[in-house]
């Protein structure tokens, strides 16, 4: 963390990119890795990818997600969860896309063997500006959940949610997302994410990224808490 706020702090030569341009596939890789050996043994490492495919007027654009958290202590398994998505949203104009998604995650360490989701919704790019964007989306989604214990759970969930980035100056910015997701079914069956990002770049390809994440579900499994906290760092690759 201390590396990541020297780079954003430090004064750089690094070329201005050109925004104008639209770019029509963006490929961006994660990755970050810890082991220690000797009184203590842990090893944890978090891997993602992130490709974005438009259309040469931004009509259409595809996104694909995956990331993996893993982690071990003692010889014993102490993170593992994952997430993929995929993503296709269409214009309708002024700034407003129809979407629509199909997901997987899983934790088994928070209760959760595995949950799909197919949803549809509106996203409003609300500010679009060269420095500082603001996207809030709202839509429906089909739920199947497999917890633990085993006892399926289909479900019509909602989906609220608002990314902010914004630059801080060439070669750094900050991103806030935050999702509201309830269970339309049942009022106290519902979760909130968000995550929290710096990104500092190294190189015109290379950058060093600190994300925060808080997972919380109202109603957990039973034997499981409400909250989840994730702090991960590592590099970034973008082509």
């Known amino acids: 963390m201390l590396l990541g706020a020297a780079v954003i702090l430090a004064p750089t030569?690094?070329?201005a990119q050109d925004t104008t341009r639209v770019k029509r596939l963006e490929i961006t890789g994660d990755l970050g890795f810890v082991n220690t050996a000797g009184?203590?043994?842990v090893t944890t490492f978090n891997v993602g990818d992130k490709l974005?495919?438009?259309s040469r007027d931004s009509q259409h654009i595809v996104t694909q997600l995956f990331a993996l958290v893993y982690g071990r202590s003692d010889g014993e398994t102490v993170a593992n969860n994952w997430r993929a998505s995929?993503?296709?949203?269409?214009?309708?104009g002024a700034r407003v896309y129809a979407f629509g998604l199909l997901g997987m995650d899983r934790?088994?360490?928070a209760g959760m063997d595995r949950r799909f989701e197919e949803g549809?919704?509106?996203t409003w790019k609300a500010i679009a500006g060269p420095r500082t964007?603001?996207?809030l989306e709202g839509g429906l989604s089909?739920?199947?959940e497999r917890p633990t214990s085993g006892i399926d759970d289909d479900f019509l969930g909602g989906r609220a949610s608002a990314v902010f980035r914004h630059k801080l100056r060439e070669t750094a910015s900050f991103t806030q997302g935050l999702e509201f997701l309830p269970n339309l079914e049942r009022g106290s069956d519902y979760r909130i994410n968000s995550e929290t990002a710096l990104l500092a770049a190294l190189s015109r390809r290379l950058s060093f990224k600190v994300a925060y994440s808080i997972r919380f579900d109202n109603t957990p499994e039973p034997g499981f808490v409400t909250t989840d906290r994730l702090l991960t760092t590592g590099l970034q690759v973008t082509y």
């Open 13 to 15: 030569s690094l070329p």
């Open 39 to 41: 009184n203590a043994s």
């Open 52 to 54: 974005i495919f438009r």
């Open 86 to 92: 995929g993503r296709y949203e269409h214009s309708l």
């Open 107 to 109: 934790d088994r360490l």
């Open 120 to 122: 549809l919704g509106l």
């Open 133 to 135: 964007e603001l996207g």
């Open 142 to 144: 089909l739920i199947q």
